[in-house]
């Protein structure tokens, strides 16, 4: 199943086609400074340090800027959360990159945090206490939940806004309903990720249709509030990319009207049904089932909403775990819901939710593919070393696959195979990491055919040494790191990832020139 997963443990969201020759980097004007224009392959690794990246950038004047910022797909207002703390570090003389790798993280973790405390009051006003202590336990044992509440994406922000706002949806029975509260929480997720609209549209109708003065809801909630929300987006969209931008628009034509998402991968309509929902619900599925069946009428409505979110979802060809994350506050309702209601076996079955989600929470937290981060250790320490200058580090693994500078912190040189999508039409086209997987030690070649051109430092997965080896012979690389990532490799991905040196090298008076020391 972990395969399948491909949670990819490193960067939610967010077009070139020039020729296969090394791609000259297009700068981006942003906050007065000037970025390199990157893209991603793998979407989870993407949007987790894009989002890292562009504050990073926008905090030290350098950093990497993805296609998808040059074309306003993404906005600028969730970044600017984690901009607003690196400045504040970087004023404070405290930016050491590991702050800068952790506070992202703590502050996700707050949040994540609060939105469960919501999640057990809404419970509690709406039930019992009892209840709500069983879906606030189911909440906190849910693998899925332990293992993307912290990571910086944009689905993990939308899950925790859509907690927010069904905290204050007025549901029967709720005390603490509010329509501006909870139509302003959605309005700012919707512009986090315009996606987040989904869940909503059902419970939205349904407070629509049990208003009795349906005009005012609409005159003197829903538009003022989405008057004011998308306002604000297009004024911070606008100082950062110097121009009008309504990145919500072109978010959803790249990836409902144009469905360009299919690039990434695609899945049959079924998938989470099968697969997507039983996975990241885990060994909550069958008390998920059976909440549904013992619940309520009047919480049919949570149920129309996960089921409605994961349909039109599977509308899309594009399918990922992490898109569906969103229900599964909704779910932990069900499954709290059954928890309290099997009585004489209920400590047994809490037993059995512990155990059996700590374990894949802890394997995927920990150890499954932490390659990825663990070896930006070993870039990170060239910072500190006298031949910086002369460093040149070369990632030659599936786009996105480490963190970038966001983990670096420092303006080293740096490089990865790119695969942006193609928006012109041209079926031929190949993207620079396929170019280089269909015959690895040709590109090499072809691409460094001057010793000068060669970095300093080649990383890649195991499964490319042998296939490349002549090349590292050849041109004096020697292995320097193996560090670990995954017990289950897959196609491009390998089980360990190697960091090769080019060695000392003879100056024409035959004397030894210093290596780069990792």
């Keep these: 199943m972990l395969p399948e997963l491909a949670l990819h443990k490193t960067c939610n969201s967010c077009v070139a086609t020039e020729p296969m020759e090394r791609k000259r980097k297009k700068e981006v004007k942003s906050s007065h400074h000037l970025y390199e224009s990157e893209?991603?392959?793998?979407?989870?690794?993407?949007?987790?340090?894009?989002?890292?990246?562009?504050?990073?950038?926008?905090?030290?004047?350098?950093?990497?800027?993805?296609?998808?910022?040059?074309?306003?797909?993404?906005?600028?207002?969730?970044?600017?959360?984690?901009?607003?703390?690196?400045?504040?570090?970087?004023?404070?003389?405290?930016?050491?990159?590991?702050?800068?790798?952790?506070?992202?993280?703590?502050?996700?973790?707050?949040?994540?945090?609060?939105?469960?405390?919501?999640?057990?009051?809404?419970?509690?006003?709406?039930?019992?206490?009892?209840?709500?202590?069983?879906?606030?336990?189911?909440?906190?044992?849910?693998w899925f939940t332990w293992y993307s509440c912290t990571r910086t994406l944009t689905n993990t922000m939308e899950t925790l806004l859509t907690i927010f706002a069904l905290s204050y949806y007025p549901i029967k029975g709720s005390k603490m309903g509010s329509s501006c509260k909870y139509l302003a929480l959605i309005a700012l997720a919707v512009v986090i990720r315009p996606t987040a609209v989904i869940p909503w549209i059902p419970l939205v109708f349904s407070h629509f249709l049990q208003e009795e003065r349906k005009a005012d809801f609409i005159l003197h909630h829903?538009?003022?509030?989405?008057?004011?929300?998308?306002?604000?987006?297009?004024?911070?969209?606008?100082?950062?990319?110097?121009?009008?931008?309504?990145?919500?628009?072109?978010?959803?034509?790249?990836?409902?009207?144009?469905?360009?998402?299919?690039?990434?991968?695609?899945?049959?309509?079924?998938?989470?049904?099968?697969?997507?929902?039983?996975?990241?619900?885990?060994?909550?599925?069958?008390?998920?089932?059976?909440?549904?069946?013992?619940?309520?009428?009047?919480?049919?409505?949570?149920?129309?909403?996960?089921?409605?979110?994961?349909?039109?979802?599977?509308?899309?060809?594009?399918?990922?775990?992490?898109?569906?994350?969103?229900?599964?506050?909704?779910?932990?309702?069900?499954?709290?819901?059954?928890?309290?209601?099997?009585?004489?076996?209920?400590?047994?079955?809490?037993?059995?939710?512990?155990?059996?989600?700590?374990?894949p929470a802890l394997y995927t937290g920990l150890i499954h593919q932490r390659g990825a981060l663990d070896v930006v250790s070993h870039v990170q320490q060239l910072c500190e070393s006298s031949h910086r200058a002369q460093a040149f580090v070369f990632f030659m693994m599936p786009c996105h696959s480490t963190p970038f500078y966001s983990h670096v912190h420092c303006p080293l040189r740096m490089r990865f195979l790119e695969c942006p999508p193609d928006l012109t039409g041209n079926e031929s086209y190949i993207d620079e990491a396929d170019a280089f997987y269909s015959n690895p030690?040709?590109?090499?070649?072809?691409?460094?055919?001057?010793?000068?051109?060669?970095?300093?430092?080649?990383?890649?997965?195991?499964?490319?040494?042998?296939?490349?080896?002549?090349?590292?012979?050849?041109?004096?690389?020697?292995?320097t790191a193996t560090v670990f990532h995954t017990h289950v490799p897959e196609g491009r991905v390998g089980s360990h990832i190697y960091v090769y040196r080019k060695k000392t090298e003879m100056n024409h008076n035959g004397r030894s020139v210093s290596r780069l020391k990792t």
């Design 441 to 479: 030690l040709d590109w090499l070649n072809k691409e460094f055919y001057n010793d000068t051109l060669l970095p300093s430092h080649l990383i890649f997965f195991s499964v490319l040494e042998q296939e490349i080896s002549s090349f590292l012979a050849l041109r004096g690389y020697e292995k």
């Design 222 to 359: 829903c538009i003022p509030v989405g008057l004011v929300t998308v306002g604000t987006s297009l004024i911070i969209d606008r100082v950062f990319f110097g121009e009008w931008v309504l990145v919500q628009l072109n978010f959803l034509k790249f990836n409902v009207l144009q469905n360009l998402g299919t690039r990434y991968g695609s899945h049959p309509w079924h998938w989470y049904f099968t697969q997507g929902l039983p996975v990241i619900l885990g060994t909550h599925l069958p008390f998920f089932i059976h909440g549904c069946v013992l619940a309520p009428k009047r919480y049919r409505l949570f149920l129309v909403t996960v089921i409605w979110t994961v349909l039109v979802y599977s509308t899309l060809s594009h399918k990922e775990f992490r898109f569906i994350y969103p229900v599964l506050p909704f779910c932990m309702f069900f499954c709290g819901y059954s928890l309290k209601r099997l009585k004489t076996w209920k400590k047994p079955a809490a037993s059995f939710l512990l155990l059996s989600s700590v374990l």
């Design 39 to 142: 893209i991603s392959n793998d979407s989870d690794v993407h949007q987790k340090f894009v989002c890292l990246h562009l504050p990073n950038g926008n905090s030290n004047n350098y950093g990497y800027l993805t296609w998808e910022w040059a074309h306003g797909l993404r906005g600028y207002s969730y970044p600017l959360i984690f901009a607003s703390i690196y400045k504040a570090l970087q004023l404070l003389a405290k930016d050491d990159v590991q702050l800068l790798i952790w506070v992202p993280r703590l502050a996700q973790a707050v949040l994540a945090a609060f939105a469960d405390v919501k999640l057990y009051s809404l419970v509690q006003h709406l039930e019992n206490a009892e209840t709500a202590k069983c879906v606030y336990f189911c909440q906190l044992c849910s």
